[in-house]
């Protein structure tokens, strides 16, 4: 990532205040990153937990396959479905609360004695069923947090703070430069200015050379850290 900035003390103020922001927040985003993980393998444990069951309540269906065309399906209905939102490691995420089944009533003399037992077994099944879709959707969600978290962790970590990082040493690098550049033109118009006074006529014109030269390399480097 190319960091935009300038050779002067104003753009090495902005860069390292970015700089501290990047750093300060790295920390706080690794941990939200981290309990994302344990979360996601959370769900991923439940998912695998409820499609078990879920394939368990399946195979005693179709061990009662022969008896099921006698089955009124009608008789088992699906109500409704209460859910409500919880923050998990900062995601908002749906909780399964609560699920609403309802069994109408049928002839207890007229219909066979196995639709107790079918009537619990579809129960089962839609709930295990829903219970399983809602499982599938949270960990969906938390995964997808957990990459985008891990992808801001890496874009601090290994391109934004080395970037800043690099900007701030080479600002000062450039300006430690400058000082001492001016430090030595300083030292050398001073020298120039001691010998201007001994000096004959031509060592005069050659002392105001050297010092007009020493003058252009302090604005051309004073160019430079502004461009």
């Known amino acids: 990532m190319a960091i935009k900035f300038q050779y002067n003390k104003t753009s090495l103020q902005q860069i390292e205040k970015q700089l501290k922001m990047r750093q300060r927040t790295l920390p706080i985003i690794k941990n939200k990153e981290t309990a994302l993980r344990l979360e996601v393998k959370r769900c991923k444990e ?16 179709e061990s009662m396959y022969a008896l099921w065309g006698e ?31 309802e069994a109408k009533p049928f002839g207890i003399f007229s219909a066979p004695k196995w639709y107790f037992d079918g009537i619990n077994l579809l129960h089962g099944l839609a709930k295990t069923a829903v219970e399983r879709e809602f499982a599938v959707a949270k960990q969906d969600l938390l995964d997808h947090a957990r990459r985008k978290t891990t992808q801001k962790v890496n ?11 690099e900007a701030v040493r080479k600002i000062k690098r450039f300006m430690e430069d400058e000082e001492n550049l001016s430090k030595s033109s300083q030292k050398i118009l001073k020298s120039l200015q001691e010998k201007r006074r001994d000096a004959d006529g031509n060592g005069i014109d050659d002392a105001d050379d050297a010092a007009l030269a020493a003058a252009d390399m302090q604005n051309k480097m004073k160019k430079g850290g502004e461009a």
């Open 71 to 101: 089955f009124d399906a009608s008789l088992v209905t699906l109500q409704d479905v209460e859910i409500d939102v919880k923050k998990v490691a900062g995601v908002r995420v749906p909780i399964l609360k609560n699920i609403k089944l």
């Open 155 to 165: 874009l601090f970590e290994k391109v934004q703070i080395p970037g800043f990082q």
């Open 46 to 61: 439940e998912v695998a937990e409820l499609e078990a069951r879920l394939q368990q309540q399946i195979a005693g269906y």
